[in-house]
Structure formats: C-alpha cells, structure tokens
C-alpha cells in the first residue's frame, strides 16, 4: 500500500487527495486503519466516522472477492464530502445487483456489503466495469499502471 497526499485545489482546499493505493487482501487491515485516519484527519467525526470505513471496507472486500484479488482505493475531500473510489479487475457488475431489502430478507443470499454501503453513505455510483459497460480510466483511475476494466464504486459522506 502506498499513499500519495496531494492538493488538487490550487490553494483554496477544495480538493484535497488524501489516499491513494493498490491493495490486496493482506492489507485490508491497515487500509482500514488508513482510511480511518484520513477520515478523523478530514473531520468526519462519529457515528458517521465508523459508518464510512465500515462501507469502504465492504466495498474493498469485494473487489478482492470478485474483482480480482486486487484493488485501487483514491479517497479525496471534495466540495464537503469525503469521497473514496474504488476500482478492480473483475468483470465488473450493473447497480441493479444491489438488493432493496436487507439480503436474506429477500430471499438474496449476496449483496448485503453493497447494501450495506448505500445505507450508510450518502453517495455510493457504480460504474460496471464490462458487464456495465464502462472502464475505469482518466481521473480517478488506477495508480501506477493498474489498468482497472472491472467495476468503479464511488462512494461519499458528508463532512
């Protein structure tokens, strides 16, 4: 795992990079730990704290699980909002795939990181990767060469 803080603002704070890295299983802890503290350092204080590192973790457990055994996490302050995007390999997948009702309540058996994630966030996009018919390229894309084809889930909080 690496990060790389920048400043995309030009000065004002606007935007600011806090976290960028490629991760495996492995290092799912510490990305915990990484992203926790990034989100104290930008101000997000709890129940909303614990809320959004539980939903990066759910997302980033599953671009391990289903997206390649790999992963490329961004997470930015932007325009009031803590955004992290995450990106894999995988084959990708449509939003539809995330459940209405808590899995298992409707009969879904999978899901429940997804719609996990969406309830506490208060943005969360899919971009399908293949099977939804994008690619992850251009800003916010994968570090370091990592061409990520799979799916691009983006997901924000309130700061």
Do not use: Q, Y
Request: proline share 5%.
């Amino acid at each position: 795992m690496r990060s790389d803080p920048r400043d995309l603002s030009g000065g004002d704070g606007a935007e600011e990079w806090l976290l960028e890295c490629v991760f495996t299983g492995e290092d799912l802890p510490g990305l915990r730990v990484a992203v926790g503290e990034c989100a104290a350092s930008a101000g997000l204080k709890e129940p909303r704290w614990g809320e959004f590192v539980l939903a990066v973790n759910e997302i980033a457990s599953n671009a391990i699980e289903h997206g390649g055994g790999r992963g490329c996490l961004t997470l930015r302050r932007r325009s009031g909002e803590l955004e992290c995007r995450i990106a894999d390999d995988g084959p990708g997948f449509p939003e539809s795939v995330i459940p209405e009702l808590l899995p298992g309540l409707d009969g879904a058996h999978t899901g429940r990181g997804l719609w996990l994630a969406r309830l506490v966030t208060d943005r969360l996009v899919i971009d399908g990767g293949a099977a939804g018919a994008s690619e992850a390229t251009g800003e916010g894309g994968a570090p370091d060469g990592v061409h990520a084809v799979g799916a691009v889930v983006t997901l924000a909080i309130r700061v």
